[in-house]
């Protein structure tokens, strides 16, 4: 038997306006999908646990299986732990996103206009964090280049006791009341603005602007956390598994379970992303010996933090024609058995542009059965009808497994 995972990041939505009140799962075309749910278990899953934010952290890794109120120490570890950047103990690190800002004269009074820098490439921004670096480089703190607008600041004798916000929460708002507060906000927010002196000149960003594209003219600090503990997946399930994924955050998930993380050419975690390679890999896995792959797709999440319902509804119908009817093609004309878990992490609504702790919708699919299922499309209503509830996300695991 052989387990899937497909992870539609942010995937579930609130009713749509443009939609005339209609979620992104009830308008989207997504025929293999429905299938499997129909002759599936549908139900509904809450996959961030009171008191914790709801991010694609904690939702992940409750997915998987963890106990983030065990296992969870912060976002930026586990993109440290993708990028290689091996933790000391009393290391704190950051997640620092390249982000545009307005041209207001203060720092606290301009406008986060883009999070991601306008999807920056990876070749651009590593020279830019790699410029930031270069000026903000101290004995305790160093800056680490990571994927598109990602990045990574490791602070050696830093604070967990700040307060900090995700660019991708305060979209068209003045920044000025999110700037870092608490242990270490002052030597942070000097960062920040800092950064920006060096970045509005660099070549990079003139070209940028010249070409029409926002340019990355701040660093943004949040999602501090010290070294992870989660366990060894193949010692806690019995099977040997392998992820998919574009963002560092899923990577080093992966690599702190002991999971094989694939790298797929084209792979962007956005809507211009290899869906075929990711298909293809997941494939790859499977007939190469991995007993589980989860294959995470960011494209759906950025689109909801971008306010972009076409793009966000193209995103899931891409995702159900180019790899979950890929996969369940190649795999029943080769006769191998599975079965085939599909939900997102969490909601990443339209209207709200940011993550919501609501519970998700979920599917789990069995080729081994041919009769029964819920008889229903997959939408967030028709998830809340069965009256299937899974409170504690990280057993949801167990259940997919049968375990």
């Known amino acids: 038997m052989k387990y899937i995972v497909i992870l539609g990041d942010g995937m579930a939505d609130y009713p749509v306006d443009y939609f005339d009140g209609k979620t992104i799962l009830e308008v989207a075309q997504k025929p293999t999908i429905d299938y499997m749910c129909e002759h599936g278990e549908l139900g509904m899953c809450k996959t961030v646990q009171d008191g914790m934010k709801p991010g694609s ?35 704190v690190s950051f997640r620092t996103n390249l982000v545009t800002l307005s041209d207001a004269e203060r720092y606290e009074d301009k406008v986060m206009l883009d999070y991601s820098a306008g999807e920056i490439t990876t ?17 305790s703190i160093k800056f680490y280049p990571g994927i598109s607008y990602r990045h990574l600041c490791v602070w050696n004798g830093g604070s967990t006791n700040v307060e900090l916000t995700p660019p991708h929460d305060i979209s068209d708002r003045v920044v000025g009341d ?23 000149s660099h070549p990079v960003n003139k070209a940028r ?41 899923i990577k080093g998930i992966a690599k702190c379970a002991g999971m094989e993380s694939i790298d797929v050419p084209g792979a962007t975690g956005n809507c211009e992303t290899n869906w075929e390679g990711k298909a293809q ?29 076409d793009k966000k509804k ?36 339209i209207s709200l542009k940011t993550h919501v702790s609501d519970p998700v919708p979920y599917v789990i699919y069995d080729s081994r059965k041919t009769d029964g299922g819920s008889g229903l499309a997959y939408t967030e209503k028709n998830g809340e009808s069965t009256g299937i509830y899974i409170e504690k996300g990280y057993t949801l695991m167990d259940r997919f497994l049968e375990k």
């Open 57 to 91: 952290d904690v939702a992940n890794l409750s997915v998987m299986g963890y106990d983030t109120k065990k296992s969870y120490t912060g976002r930026s570890p586990l993109e440290a732990a993708s990028i290689g950047v091996e933790m000391k103990p009393d290391d």
């Open 123 to 139: 070749e651009e921004s590593e020279q830019l964090i790699k410029a930031v670096a270069e000026q903000l480089n101290t004995e």
């Open 178 to 200: 999110y700037m870092p507060k608490g242990e270490g906000a002052e030597k942070l927010a000097e960062m920040m603005k800092a950064s920006e002196k060096i970045l509005r």
């Open 209 to 249: 602007v010249e070409k029409g594209l926002n340019p990355a003219t701040s660093i943004w600090v949040w999602g501090e956390g010290t070294k992870p503990h989660v366990d060894n997946f193949e010692e806690k399930y019995g099977l040997k598994g392998s992820v998919i994924s574009a963002v560092d955050l």
């Open 281 to 309: 890999a997941a494939l790859d896995a499977i007939l190469g010996g991995s007993d589980f792959v989860y294959v995470h797709m960011e494209a759906p999440d950025e689109m909801g933090h971008q306010g972009k319902p």
């Open 314 to 349: 193209f995103a899931v119908e891409t995702i159900d024609g180019k790899v979950v009817k890929f996969l369940k093609d190649e795999l029943e004309k080769r006769g191998i058995e599975y079965r085939m878990l599909i939900m997102p992490d969490h909601p990443t609504p």
